[in-house]
């Protein structure tokens, strides 16, 4: 069974930075693209940022683009997300998520962890 566990999440103030981890238990975890979503209240959730199985190649969306870093520690079955200069528009709850590539992604989701930057 496959689990996808996120933290890292809190409050800040606009401006700040914050990293989100997500644990996965997949066994062969770095086969798999990684990403994150966000889901703020009453919209639809989001795509944030996703990862290939090597690290190689990174997208984002226009609107964390230069602000979000995606990473992973395979070894560590791990991926990042590092958020620099938080804005208010950023609090939401953050989703980690697997999928074979960045096109189906939305394999498994994490339970979330919130996110909240203060103006």
């Known amino acids: 069974q496959v689990q996808l566990v996120e933290s890292g999440g809190g409050l800040v103030q606009a401006g700040g930075s914050l990293r989100l981890s997500c644990v996965a238990s997949?066994?062969?975890?770095?086969?798999?693209?990684m990403g994150w979503f966000r889901q703020a209240p009453g919209k639809e959730r989001e795509f944030v940022a996703a990862?290939?199985?090597?690290?190689?190649?990174?997208y984002y969306a226009d609107s964390v683009k230069g602000r979000f870093t995606i990473s992973r520690d395979n070894a560590k079955n791990t991926v990042y997300l590092q958020m620099n200069s938080l804005k208010p528009e950023d609090t939401a709850v953050y989703f980690c998520t697997d999928g074979n590539r960045v096109q189906t992604l939305g394999l498994h989701w994490g339970q979330g962890t919130q996110v909240t930057v203060s103006s």
């Open positions: 997949i066994r062969t975890f770095s086969a798999y693209t």
């Open positions: 990862i290939d199985w090597s690290g190689g190649n990174t």
